[in-house]
C-alpha cells in the first residue's frame, strides 16, 4: 500500500482518545495532596484517630502514607506487561475498559475501608492494575498511525495527559477532601475516572490491515537510529540495549517520582510562613502537573530534531543539578526558587516518559510495542524505591536531604550512560538501513 498524503482524521481520534484516558490515569500524580491530610503531625501523632468527615481514618506516617503510592507504581508497571499482550494481542479497547473498572474499584475499596490495609489494596493494587492496563492500550494504538518522523511528538501528546492530569486533579482532591472528607474524594474519583476512561477506550482503534503511516517531508533525512525491523520481546531482552533503557527510566523517573511523592509537603515546609502558600500547598502539585505534561509534549518535539540520547542527557544534567540543590532552597524559604527546581525535575521527568516509549519503538520497532514497552517500564516500577527510601529517611531524619543526594547521584550516572547507547542490529542488517 502507498503512504498517505496526510495524517487521517482517525488517527488524530485515537491519540486524542489516548491522552484523555490518561488524564484520569494520572491521579497517581496528585497523590501528595491525600499525603498531606494522611500523614501524623505533632498534634496528630501516627495512629491516632481522626474525627469530623474523616472518621474511621487514622493518621499514618510518612513512610507508610508513601506505601501506598509505591505499591501503586510498582503494581501499575507490572501489569504494563500483560496489559501490553492484550493490546498487541486483541486491541486496546479491551485494556482500557479494564483498567477504568479496576481504577474504580481501587478508589471505592480505598474510600470505604477507611484505613492503611484498605489504601494498600485499594488505591496501591487494584488501582496500580487499572493504570497499567489503562496506560498500556493508549500509547502503542496512537503510535501506529504515524510515521517515526512524528514519534516523540505523538508519544508526547498522549503520555502528557498522564503528566497533566495533577492540574485539575490537585485542586479538585483537595476540594473534595476538605468539603466531603478522604473516603468520598477517593469513591467520587474513582467513579468519574471509570466512566471517562471507558468511554475514551471504545474510541482506540488499531490502523487497518496494510496501512502504511504518511511518509517523512521530502528530502528528509533517513534515521539511522530508527529500526525496520519488529524485534519480538524475546530477541529484545537478549539485547544489551534493553537494560540499557531500563536503567536510563529507573535514573529518570526515580528523581521525579521524590518530588511528585512530596511536592505538597515541600510547599508546606518552604513557605510555612507565608499565609497563601501554607494555605494552598496543593499548587506545587498543580503546577508540577502542567511542567510534567509540557515537558512530555516538549521533549518529544526537540528529541525528533535533536535525538533521543542528547534530549536525556541534557533533560537529565539541568534536572540532577536541581536536585542537588533542593535541601539549600528548602532551608532558605525561597518559594519562587523552589517552584523552578520541582518544575526542572517535572519537566525531566515528564521528559523521560516520552523519550523511553519512543526509544523502545525505534529500537525494536512498532509492531510489537505493547509487549517491548511494557517490559521496559519495568523500570519505572522499580524507580519507586527512591521515594519510599525517602518516606523512611524522612521519618528517621525529619527531611529529605539525603533523598535529594542519592537521586541526583543516580540521574547523573543515567546522564553518562545515554551517549553510549546504539540501536541494536539483527544478523544481517546494516545501520544505516
Given at each position: 500500500?502507498?503512504?498517505?498524503?496526510r495524517?487521517?482524521?482517525?488517527a488524530?481520534?485515537?491519540t486524542?482518545?489516548?491522552?484523555?484516558i490518561?488524564?484520569?490515569?494520572?491521579?497517581?500524580?496528585?497523590?501528595?495532596?491525600?499525603?498531606?491530610?494522611?500523614?501524623?503531625d505533632?498534634?496528630?501523632?501516627?495512629?491516632?484517630?481522626?474525627?469530623?468527615?474523616?472518621?474511621?481514618w487514622?493518621?499514618?506516617?510518612?513512610?507508610?502514607?508513601?506505601?501506598a503510592y509505591?505499591?501503586?507504581?510498582?503494581?501499575?508497571?507490572?501489569?504494563?506487561?500483560?496489559?501490553?499482550?492484550?493490546?498487541?494481542?486483541?486491541?486496546?479497547?479491551?485494556?482500557?475498559?479494564?483498567?477504568?473498572?479496576?481504577?474504580?474499584?481501587g478508589?471505592?475499596?480505598?474510600?470505604?475501608?477507611?484505613?492503611?490495609?484498605g489504601?494498600?489494596?485499594?488505591?496501591?493494587v487494584?488501582?496500580?492494575?487499572?493504570?497499567?492496563?489503562?496506560?498500556?492500550?493508549?500509547?502503542?494504538?496512537?503510535?501506529?498511525?504515524?510515521?517515526?518522523h512524528?514519534?516523540?511528538?505523538?508519544?508526547?501528546?498522549?503520555?502528557?495527559?498522564?503528566g497533566?492530569?495533577?492540574?485539575?486533579?490537585?485542586?479538585?482532591?483537595?476540594?473534595?477532601?476538605?468539603?466531603?472528607?478522604?473516603s468520598a474524594?477517593?469513591?467520587?474519583?474513582?467513579?468519574?475516572?471509570?466512566?471517562?476512561?471507558?468511554?475514551?477506550?471504545?474510541?482506540?482503534?488499531?490502523?487497518?490491515?496494510?496501512?502504511?503511516?504518511?511518509a517523512?517531508?521530502?528530502?528528509?533525512?533517513?534515521?539511522?537510529?530508527m529500526?525496520?525491523?519488529?524485534?519480538?520481546?524475546?530477541?529484545m531482552?537478549?539485547?544489551?540495549?534493553?537494560?540499557?533503557?531500563v536503567?536510563?527510566?529507573?535514573?529518570?523517573?526515580q528523581?521525579?517520582?521524590?518530588?511528585?511523592?512530596n511536592?505538597?509537603p515541600?510547599?508546606?515546609?518552604?513557605?510555612?510562613?507565608?499565609?497563601?502558600?501554607?494555605?494552598?500547598?496543593w499548587l506545587?502539585?498543580?503546577?508540577?502537573?502542567?511542567?510534567?505534561?509540557?515537558?512530555?509534549?516538549?521533549?518529544?518535539?526537540?528529541?525528533?530534531?535533536?535525538?533521543?540520547?542528547?534530549?536525556?542527557?541534557?533533560?537529565?544534567?539541568?534536572?540532577?543539578?536541581?536536585?542537588?540543590?533542593?535541601?539549600?532552597?528548602?532551608?532558605?524559604g525561597?518559594?519562587?526558587?523552589?517552584?523552578?527546581?520541582?518544575?526542572?525535575?517535572?519537566?525531566?521527568?515528564?521528559?523521560?516518559?516520552?523519550?523511553?516509549?519512543?526509544?523502545?519503538?525505534?529500537?525494536?520497532?512498532?509492531?510489537?510495542?505493547?509487549?517491548?514497552?511494557?517490559?521496559?517500564?519495568?523500570g519505572?516500577?522499580?524507580?519507586?524505591?527512591?521515594p519510599?527510601?525517602?518516606?523512611?529517611l524522612?521519618?528517621?531524619?525529619?527531611?529529605?536531604?539525603?533523598?535529594?543526594?542519592?537521586?541526583?547521584?543516580?540521574?547523573?550516572?543515567?546522564?553518562?550512560?545515554?551517549?553510549?547507547?546504539?540501536r541494536?542490529?539483527?544478523?544481517?542488517?546494516?545501520?544505516?538501513?
Amino acid at each position: 500500500m502507498d503512504h498517505p498524503s496526510r495524517v487521517p482524521t482517525r488517527a488524530w481520534v485515537v491519540t486524542f482518545a489516548g491522552t484523555s484516558i490518561n488524564l484520569c490515569l494520572g491521579i497517581l500524580y496528585a497523590w501528595s495532596v491525600w499525603k498531606k491530610y494522611l500523614i501524623a503531625d505533632a498534634d496528630h501523632p501516627a495512629g491516632s484517630a481522626m474525627t469530623g468527615l474523616n472518621e474511621g481514618w487514622s493518621y499514618l506516617t510518612d513512610a507508610e502514607a508513601t506505601w501506598a503510592y509505591a505499591i501503586c507504581g510498582l503494581v501499575f508497571a507490572l501489569f504494563m506487561i500483560p496489559g501490553g499482550r492484550i493490546q498487541d494481542k486483541y486491541g486496546p479497547k479491551l485494556g482500557a475498559s479494564a483498567g477504568g473498572l479496576f481504577l474504580a474499584a481501587g478508589c471505592i475499596v480505598a474510600g470505604l475501608m477507611k484505613s492503611y490495609s484498605g489504601l494498600l489494596l485499594g488505591f496501591g493494587v487494584l488501582g496500580g492494575m487499572g493504570m497499567g492496563m489503562g496506560y498500556a492500550a493508549a500509547t502503542p494504538a496512537a503510535v501506529r498511525w504515524f510515521g517515526p518522523h512524528q514519534r516523540g511528538a505523538i508519544v508526547g501528546l498522549v503520555v502528557g495527559g498522564y503528566g497533566g492530569a495533577a492540574i485539575y486533579i490537585a485542586p479538585l482532591a483537595r476540594y473534595l477532601i476538605v468539603e466531603h472528607g478522604l473516603s468520598a474524594s477517593f469513591i467520587g474519583l474513582g467513579i468519574l475516572f471509570a466512566l471517562v476512561v471507558i468511554v475514551a477506550g471504545q474510541l482506540l482503534a488499531r490502523p487497518p490491515a496494510g496501512y502504511v503511516p504518511p511518509a517523512p517531508p521530502p528530502g528528509a533525512e533517513k534515521k539511522s537510529a530508527m529500526t525496520s525491523v519488529d524485534w519480538t520481546a524475546g530477541e529484545m531482552l537478549r539485547t544489551w540495549q534493553f537494560y540499557a533503557l531500563v536503567f536510563l527510566f529507573i535514573g529518570s523517573a526515580q528523581s521525579g517520582l521524590l518530588v511528585i511523592a512530596n511536592a505538597t509537603p515541600m510547599l508546606d515546609s518552604t513557605a510555612r510562613s507565608i499565609a497563601f502558600f501554607a494555605a494552598n500547598a496543593w499548587l506545587l502539585a498543580s503546577f508540577g502537573g502542567l511542567v510534567n505534561a509540557s515537558g512530555r509534549v516538549g521533549t518529544g518535539l526537540y528529541s525528533d530534531r535533536i535525538g533521543r540520547c542528547n534530549a536525556y542527557l541534557v533533560n537529565s544534567l539541568i534536572s540532577a543539578t536541581c536536585l542537588f540543590l533542593t535541601p539549600a532552597i528548602m532551608a532558605s524559604g525561597n518559594v519562587l526558587l523552589l517552584f523552578l527546581a520541582v518544575g526542572v525535575a517535572y519537566w525531566q521527568y515528564g521528559g523521560g516518559l516520552s523519550l523511553l516509549p519512543s526509544f523502545t519503538a525505534d529500537y525494536f520497532g512498532s509492531k510489537n510495542l505493547g509487549l517491548n514497552y511494557g517490559l521496559v517500564f519495568l523500570g519505572w516500577g522499580i524507580a519507586f524505591c527512591v521515594p519510599q527510601l525517602a518516606g523512611y529517611l524522612k521519618d528517621t531524619t525529619g527531611n529529605l536531604d539525603i533523598a535529594f543526594y542519592v537521586s541526583g547521584g543516580l540521574l547523573t550516572a543515567a546522564a553518562a550512560v545515554s551517549p553510549l547507547l546504539r540501536r541494536p542490529l539483527q544478523a544481517g542488517e546494516n545501520r544505516d538501513a
